[in-house]
């Protein structure tokens, strides 16, 4: 053994520069890409067994078990909200397939209760029949007031707005929503949202509530 190995070995050092924490986050980093987050964590485990000699060993290990930890979040979050893009995709699908159906037969006039006051805030996308009789559902279930402002958490705002938007082909959804609740941050309130397993329960609610097949 060097005298350098040796030093390494028997002084503390900071966890960054440790040989103990670059070994374990280097195999940490290889078995995440060609294993997952639970491949890492068995051979973090046993890398933290052969270098126990090294006095910040025990440093070295709590933090790659943190960063695997956070490796793991990410990964569901991801997970999550790629099911979430999915089902949009799919509701988006049907609408497209539901379209020439509703367009055959004659519409009827929308009755006063489906227009917007002439003060109305909302924007013209927003305001249309078939998505003002969405608004009245919202309102019915207690998620907006008559101004049309939530009485939601700001999580489940967020899935609202998310939700309104599939039904109505809006694009820019947080721009159009953020202006017309006056609210900030709306994409981090619906990734947040996505973690949380309650908000997940409301957003079931809301396709029962306000159904793809709804029109004015």
């Given at each position: 053994?060097t005298?350098?190995d040796?030093?390494?070995?028997?002084?503390p050092?900071?966890?960054?520069?440790?040989?103990?924490?670059?070994v374990?986050?280097e195999a940490?980093?290889?078995?995440?890409?060609?294993?997952?987050?639970?491949?890492?964590r068995?051979?973090?485990?046993?890398l933290?067994?052969?270098l126990?000699?090294y006095?910040?060993?025990t440093?070295?290990?709590?933090?790659?078990?943190?960063?695997?930890?956070?490796?793991e979040?990410?990964?569901?979050?991801?997970?999550?909200?790629?099911?979430?893009?999915?089902?949009?995709?799919?509701?988006?699908?049907?609408?497209?397939?539901?379209?020439p159906?509703?367009?055959?037969?004659?519409?009827?006039?929308?009755?006063?209760?489906s227009e917007p006051p002439?003060s109305?805030?909302?924007?013209?996308e927003?305001?249309t029949?078939?998505?003002?009789?969405?608004w009245?559902?919202?309102?019915a279930?207690?998620?907006?007031?008559?101004?049309?402002?939530?009485l939601?958490s700001?999580t489940?705002?967020?899935?609202?707005?998310?939700w309104?938007?599939?039904?109505?082909?809006?694009q820019?959804?947080w721009?159009?929503?953020?202006?017309?609740?006056?609210?900030r941050?709306?994409?981090?309130?619906?990734?947040?949202?996505?973690?949380?397993?309650?908000?997940?329960?409301?957003q079931d609610?809301?396709?029962?509530?306000?159904p793809?097949g709804?029109?004015?």
């Open positions: 053994m005298q350098q040796e030093q390494s070995r028997t002084s050092m900071s966890t960054g520069g440790s040989i103990a924490y670059q374990m986050n940490a980093a290889f078995y995440l890409q060609n294993g997952g987050v639970a491949a890492a068995e051979h973090v485990d046993r933290a067994n052969e126990k000699f006095p910040d060993n440093e070295a290990y709590r933090t790659v078990m943190a960063q695997l930890s956070e490796a979040r990410q990964e569901r979050h991801m997970a999550a909200e790629q099911r979430q893009q999915e089902q949009r995709n799919v509701m988006m699908a049907m609408m497209s397939a539901m379209q159906q509703q367009q055959q037969p004659p519409q009827p006039e929308p009755t006063a209760s002439a109305s805030p909302l924007p013209a927003l305001a029949p078939r998505a003002m009789r969405l009245e559902l919202a309102q279930a207690g998620y907006v007031d008559e101004d049309y402002q939530p939601l700001r489940q705002s967020a899935l609202l707005a998310d309104l938007s599939v039904l109505t082909g809006i820019n959804k721009k159009t929503f953020e202006e017309l609740w006056n609210r941050n709306m994409r981090s309130d619906y990734n947040l949202a996505l973690t949380q397993r309650q908000s997940l329960d409301f609610e809301l396709k029962k509530t306000l793809v709804t029109h004015a």
